[in-house]
């Protein structure tokens, strides 16, 4: 039984990377640099981005339900009352 998952040594060296620029990032947002400030804002727009495409998706998709059914809609008349 394995408690831990196998990981590299380079992953572990990467993710440690991507942390510590994070780390530097933000110290530099708080300081008040331009830079890191636009950076955050950017990285924050995009889940905010992908929060407003899954909500209007949902509206869509609840909207659509509409009160036709689709095999109604799909049968023509034909002019006879018959379907």
């Known amino acids: 039984?394995?408690?831990?998952?196998?990981f590299s040594l380079r992953?572990?060296?990467v993710s440690l990377t991507v942390v510590a620029l994070l780390a530097v990032?933000?110290?530099a947002a708080v300081?008040?640099?331009?830079w890191a400030i636009g950076?955050?804002?950017g990285l924050l727009s995009i889940p905010a981005l992908l929060l407003v495409h899954a909500s209007?998706?949902?509206a869509a998709r609840l909207l659509s339900r509409g009160s036709v059914p689709a095999?109604?809609?799909?049968?023509p008349d034909n002019g006879r009352g018959q379907a």
Do not use: H, Q
């Open 1 to 6: 039984m394995k408690l831990l998952p196998r």
């Open 25 to 27: 990032s933000l110290r």
């Open 31 to 34: 300081l008040g640099e331009p």
């Open 71 to 75: 095999t109604d809609a799909a049968v």
């Open 39 to 41: 950076a955050g804002v």
């Open 56 to 58: 209007f998706y949902s």
């Open 11 to 13: 992953a572990g060296l």
